[in-house]
């Protein structure tokens, strides 16, 4: 029986990259516990189907280039599924700051776009929330909105 859930598990993991967060409930909706649930683990980590370093990388590269989400909340989706710090930090290397600049810089254009009113203080304050809302520091927001504003 444990064959078939670890093959399983292992087709999973090899689907996409997952973390241990994701596959621990993946194993309890299987109704596998304790330390069935613990081998299985460690075994799809000693077979290199599971390894929470490549996970961080590939969700914050794959978060921002695709959905061009900014650093706070790529961080607070990895601190949701329970990465380390360590991980954190190696998974924010995928993220170039030349690329995080001109990204940020094209979200300021089309958010100025998209909110512009008569009002300028309006325009500057719809972007800034809406680009803070997407994960991009408060600082490097109002920095560009200021830049294109002139």
Same mark, same amino acid.
């Given at each position: 029986? %444990?064959?078939?859930?670890?093959?399983?598990?292992?087709?999973?993991?090899?689907?996409?990259?997952?973390?241990?967060?994701?596959?621990? @409930?993946?194993?309890?909706?299987?109704?596998?516990?304790?330390?069935?649930?613990?081998?299985?683990?460690? %075994?799809?980590?000693? /077979?290199?189907?599971?390894? /929470?370093?490549?996970?961080?990388?590939?969700?914050?590269?794959?978060?921002?280039?695709?959905?061009?989400?900014?650093?706070?909340?790529?961080?607070?989706?990895?601190?949701?599924?329970?990465?380390?710090?360590?991980?954190?930090? %190696?998974?924010?290397? /995928?993220?170039?700051?030349?690329?995080?600049? &001109? @990204?940020?810089?094209?979200?300021?254009?089309?958010?100025?776009?998209?909110?512009?009113?008569?009002n300028i203080f309006? @325009?500057?304050? &719809?972007?800034?929330?809406y680009l803070i809302?997407?994960?991009?520091?408060?600082?490097?927001?109002?920095?560009?909105?200021?830049?294109?504003?002139?």
């Open positions: 029986m %444990q064959d078939v859930i670890l093959n399983k598990l292992r087709h999973y993991c090899a689907y996409q990259e997952r973390c241990h967060e994701e596959v621990r @409930t993946k194993l309890l909706s299987l109704k596998v516990y304790g330390d069935g649930l613990e081998e299985i683990i460690n %075994q799809l980590i000693s /077979e290199d189907f599971l390894n /929470e370093e490549r996970f961080a990388k590939a969700y914050a590269g794959g978060k921002f280039r695709m959905k061009k989400w900014g650093r706070s909340k790529i961080i607070q989706g990895l601190k949701a599924r329970k990465i380390s710090d360590y991980c954190i930090k %190696q998974g924010m290397t /995928e993220i170039p700051e030349e690329d995080y600049q &001109k @990204t940020l810089q094209s979200l300021v254009k089309s958010a100025i776009k998209k909110y512009h009113s008569g309006e @325009t500057k304050s &719809k972007s800034a929330n809302g997407r994960g991009y520091e408060s600082e490097l927001v109002w920095d560009a909105i200021q830049r294109n504003l002139k």
